[in-house]
């Protein structure tokens, strides 16, 4: 990753693949924060991959992770992401999933 320039690191979308409809965002929360740098979240808009069968290339909002070194630094980082979401299989659970990043600014 490039020093001082921001970077889209990781994105959430979830969709029905039985009526393509999107399901609510994930609720993300930064458990261990960034040494050198900041992460935010924003909101975008893609496709679904070709992968996702009768709903391949249609329009899926996403929710994305991004994360900016500190002016002038270069070395590593770390920072991890938890999130939480609504499941439904035969009856709706919520779950928690956290994912870690780490990361080398050159």
Do not use: E
């Not at 409809?21 to 994930?26: G, K, L, S």
């Not at 920072?79 to 439904?88: A, D, E, G, Q």
């Amino acid at each position: 990753m490039k020093a001082g320039r921001t970077t889209a690191l990781y994105t959430f979308g979830w969709y029905g693949r039985d009526n393509c409809r999107a399901m609510a965002f994930p609720q993300p929360t930064v458990r261990q924060k960034s040494q050198h740098g900041s992460v935010k979240f924003f909101k975008g808009t893609g496709r679904i991959g070709a992968k996702g069968g009768k709903c391949a290339g249609r329009p899926l909002p996403f929710l994305g992770i991004q994360y900016t070194p500190a002016r002038g630094y270069r070395g590593k980082d770390r920072f991890s992401v938890t999130y939480s979401r609504f499941v439904y299989t035969n009856t709706q659970h919520q779950t928690v999933s956290s994912i870690n990043f780490d990361l080398n600014v050159k």
